[in-house]
């Protein structure tokens, strides 16, 4: 089955301590997203990246890292800057970039501040 | 920036027609698109139409762009409470280096009635 996972379901992070979401897709998938959603709000962008090796800021990226070092992953990491993180996160892919191409969602991570 | 405007709340009888709107500012959309969001889920695309249709039907679900307007609709027929959910419309703008983003509204919540 083609499909986007997202690890782990739930993540709780400790003041000051940086936390790494999982993005992976088997849909060979060039273009792949983080978005981010709080309650009664729309969804976010916080990074995408187009190709392997390549990556852009999305709306909010302030305190969020990514890598793209291979085409089927795509971590997130919440670094200790980012100080409203408790949110519902969401990771998305799509066929190609620079086109336009429905975008795929994985099941999402829910980050929770202890 | 790009805005999308949904109405936050709708509720209908089981049987009945729903319709959900959406308006959006960006000119040059390409594709508008309808994903719908089950409690602590990601998102499931239910849906698209491309800029130059003005209706789009598949099965229960019906789509109509008002182009002039920049106004989207999506009826759902026969409403079952298995459609009560977040429904989303989302816009990509055909503009250089935002092209293929997605721009979401806030997200409008079916309630169904039994």
């Known amino acids: 089955d083609g499909g986007i996972t997202q690890s782990p379901k739930y993540l709780f992070r400790k003041e000051g301590q940086n936390v790494t979401l999982s993005c992976e897709q088997n849909?060979?998938?060039?273009?792949m997203y983080w978005y981010r959603q709080d309650p009664g709000q729309g969804l976010r962008l916080i990074y995408y990246?187009?190709?392997?090796?390549?990556?852009q800021k999305g709306d909010i990226a302030e305190g969020y890292s990514v890598s793209r070092e291979k085409k089927e992953s795509f971590p997130l990491t919440v670094t200790s800057a980012q100080k409203n993180p408790t949110a519902f996160y969401l990771c998305a892919s799509s066929k190609q970039a620079g086109v336009v191409e429905t975008q795929y969602f994985g099941p999402g991570t829910r980050l929770l501040v202890l | 920036g790009e805005d999308v405007e949904q109405s936050l709340f709708l509720s209908v009888r089981e049987g009945d027609s729903s319709v959900i709107n959406c308006t959006y500012t960006d000119s040059s959309s390409t594709y508008l698109y309808w994903y719908k969001q089950e409690p602590g889920a990601g998102l499931q695309l239910l849906t698209y139409?491309?800029?130059?249709?003005d209706m789009k039907q598949d099965q229960r679900l019906t789509v109509l762009l008002n182009k002039k307007d920049k106004h989207l609709s999506l009826r759902i027929a026969d409403t079952q409470t298995g459609d009560s959910a977040i429904y989303f419309c989302?816009?990509?703008?055909?503009?250089?280096?935002?092209?293929?983003?997605?721009?979401f509204g806030r997200g409008t919540q079916l309630t169904v009635w039994p």
């Open positions: 849909l060979n998938h060039d273009a």
């Open positions: 139409i491309f800029s130059n249709m």
């Open positions: 990246s187009q190709i392997v090796n390549d990556f």
């Open positions: 989302a816009e990509t703008p055909d503009r250089g280096s935002t092209l293929g983003r997605l721009y």
